[in-house]
């Protein structure tokens, strides 16, 4: 129906430019919704933070190690004096 006070192209041009903008949102949520389905990089994060975990760790047991190596060669220092 065309409401009065209106011509039928005004409201065709409308109907248009609303299906145009019902279209685009649909892209946007498929776009969206591919996006969070994607764990490509979920997996690249959890690589990430397994590394940088094991650096901790390996940086912690290393510090344990190099002070009891300093104490061990000033005891042997300390004994030849």
Known sequence: MVPIGTGGQ???RRTKTQRA???QGALNMKTFA???ND???ATAIE???IAA???VAIIAVIQGVGSKLNTTFSNVSN???
């Open 10 to 12: 005004i409201n065709a």
């Open 21 to 23: 903008t019902v279209v």
């Open 34 to 36: 591919r996006f969070m």
């Open 39 to 41: 764990e490509s990089g």
């Open 47 to 49: 690589y990430g933070l």
């Open 53 to 55: 975990c094991i650096s």
């Open 79 to 81: 004994a030849l004096k």
